[in-house]
Nanobody, 125 residues
């Protein structure tokens, strides 16, 4: 079982930056596609970004394109999410997730079978 741990959340002003990190202590997820999702209060969990196991395929939600960058370092067993030009509407709990080997796509929560507990990102106006 791959346990995922997110870090790097916090409070930032609009226009600022944060970098989230996801790791799996004692485990490796270098063979898996990985994703970031977010969930704001009262809203459904939504796709943010995803990266293939070798880093060659990357997807972003339209709402974060050009502002967020997903990356991974398989040697360090980490996945990162660099978030720039943050907006108040980016406020949410951000979750790291491992894609299921049975996934049919990249963008649905049903395509992922392991989740971290999340890290809170709050962007003030």
């Amino acid at each position: 079982q791959v346990e995922l741990v997110e870090s790097g959340g916090g409070l930032v002003r609009a226009g600022g930056s944060l970098r989230l990190s996801c790791e799996a202590p004692g485990r490796t997820f270098s063979n898996y596609n990985m994703g970031w999702f977010r969930q704001a209060p009262g809203k459904e969990r939504e796709f943010v970004a995803a990266i293939s196991w070798n880093g060659k395929i990357i997807h972003y939600a339209d709402s974060v394109k050009g502002r967020f960058t997903i990356s991974r370092d398989n040697a360090e067993n980490t996945v990162g999410l660099q978030m720039n030009s943050l907006k108040p509407e980016d406020t949410a709990t951000y979750y790291c997730a491992k894609m299921s080997v049975h996934a049919s796509g990249w963008f649905s929560t049903f395509d992922y079978d392991r989740w971290g507990r999340g890290t809170q990102v709050t962007v003030s106006s």
